[in-house]
């Protein structure tokens, strides 16, 4: 398994582009399983959640196509022919992702059989909402030695209220939807960007929607969806990241290629912590360190509230905020695992229930520490990056699930940050769930 070796102590200082969204990219990419047709996808992460989605894709029997050495980053599925709408569990075990398929091949194929998901470790993560919507719209759904099985013959229009606010379960939803007979109206959705880009590309394939980013969504089933080209939004959490490595290490960094819009409520979280962000233009932010952090709570919400993928990463700067930060986990429970690992670099912060309170400034100092999930990791980076000494990051994989080449783009603005592979890591090691 690779680690980081991360020292500790240089301000970040230049520019840093941000990568394609992955979880625009992983809908997107299901969505081509709603047409015959050629869907061309640009802007696709280099990460490993995305090379599973391929792969899964693949196993189904879609022509999938990475642009070659000129275009890592477009990816083209064909979905002419899918002789096998299983979703295998040895492909998605580490990736929740996976339901994403469920909607799409119902609707294409009229049945799907997707192994039940697995990702972070953060939670329950039930995915009983997709189910309730899809027996709603006439599918039969049954669950067997650890799959979901769903049938239909046409799926139809129906009046969907979600119970909680879901991402994924809005796009699995929707992709369903578009191919429905009759209307679909869905309400209490999830407003995320993620959902406007996937409203976007299926618009593009010919489907009627309207409303997608609010939380009411209307739908007009059609017979058929063609191919299109789509060019998937820019990463918020790796930009938000990305800001949060420039405030934390006092540094002066340009976030470029990003969508400042959909920064907002992380950006005024920062504002309000001391931190300078000017911005600079629709797709570059510059922030700048504070003489002095100061304390500010967050409360994570669905968007456009702060989002729950940046808490960990926050919660890395709130260490340095001289004052008590209170910080509220409201989306997932049993979403502090980093909080254990920061407090063995010297924060102090104390956990009861959903809620986290951070007494700063701690110095840290440079231990060995292990990545428990995706944003956890992100976090233990960046308290790395100010931490006194040589820090020593275990499972880096989960990292890579979600965060393309992050130790060639820090160390491009001078952090001091190389990856090492474990020659003596046991074989298969590296396929643990993440
Ligand atoms: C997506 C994101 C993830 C992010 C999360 C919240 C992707 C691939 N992942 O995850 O990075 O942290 O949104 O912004 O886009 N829930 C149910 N039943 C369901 C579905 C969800 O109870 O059927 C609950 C969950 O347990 C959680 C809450 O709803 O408490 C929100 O989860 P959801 O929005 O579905 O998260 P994901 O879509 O899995």
């Known amino acids: 398994m690779d680690k980081f070796v991360i020292r500790g102590g240089n301000p970040l200082r230049g520019t840093i582009r941000v990568s394609g969204a992955k979880n625009s990219a992983l809908p997107c990419m299901a969505a081509a399983i709603l047409t015959e047709d050629e ?34 980053h477009t990816t083209t599925i064909r979905c002419q022919r899918l002789s096998d709408p299983v979703a295998k569990y040895e492909i998605v075990k580490t990736m929740r992702a996976s339901s994403l398929v469920l909607g799409p091949l119902i ?6 059989r997707v192994a039940m998901p697995g990702g972070c470790a953060i939670g329950g993560r039930p995915i009983d909402l997709h189910i309730k919507g899809l027996e709603k719209m006439g599918a039969v759904i049954t669950q067997q030695h650890g799959y979901l099985e769903a049938r239909a013959e ?32 869905m309400e209490n959705c999830a407003r995320e960007p993620e959902v406007v ?17 609010t939380s009411t969504i209307r739908v007009e089933g059609v017979g058929r969806l063609h ?14 990241t990305f800001l949060i490595a420039g405030a934390i290490t006092g540094g002066d960094l340009i976030v470029a ?106 110095k840290l100092s440079a231990a060995a520490v292990m990545c428990s999930d995706l944003r956890a990791s992100a ?9 006194d000494g040589e820090s020593i990051l275990d499972r ?33 090691e590296e396929s643990e769930a993440g």
């Open 39 to 72: 869907v061309t996808l640009e802007n696709i992460p280099q990460v490993r959640d995305i090379e599973t989605e391929r792969r899964l894709l693949a196993s189904m029997g879609a022509e999938v196509r990475q642009g070659g050495a000129d275009a890592p």
């Open 107 to 112: 609707a294409r194929t009229g049945m799907a």
């Open 154 to 185: 046409r799926l139809k229009g129906a009046h969907l209220v979600f119970d909680k606010i879901t991402v994924t379960g809005t796009e699995d939803l929707l992709m369903a939807a578009v191919l429905a007979e009759d209307e679909t109206l």
């Open 197 to 213: 880009d996937l409203a976007a590309l299926l618009t593009a394939m010919g489907a009627k929607i309207e409303g997608g980013g």
């Open 227 to 240: 191919g299109a080209r789509h060019r998937i939004f820019p990463d918020r959490i790796e930009a938000g």
């Open 257 to 362: 290629g990003c969508n400042a819009t959909h920064l907002s409520a992380v950006i005024a979280k920062l504002e309000e912590a001391g931190v300078r962000v000017d911005i600079l233009g629709p797709d570059t932010v510059r922030v700048r360190g504070a003489e002095r952090l100061r304390a500010a709570d967050i409360s994570t919400e669905e968007y456009p509230g702060f989002p729950t993928d940046m808490q960990a990463q926050y919660m890395a700067l709130a260490t340095q905020a001289e004052g008590v930060s209170v910080v509220e986990e409201n989306i997932f429970e049993n979403r502090f695992m980093h909080v254990q690992e920061l407090v063995r670099m010297g924060a102090n912060i104390k956990v009861e229930g959903r809620t986290a309170t951070v007494r700063g400034p701690a």
């Open 379 to 387: 976090s233990l980076v960046l308290a790395a990056l100010v931490a």
């Open 396 to 428: 880096v994989y989960h990292m890579d699930r979600g965060y393309e080449r992050i130790e060639e783009k820090l160390a491009g603005v001078g952090a001091e940050i190389r990856r090492m592979g474990n020659i003596f890591a046991p074989k298969g």
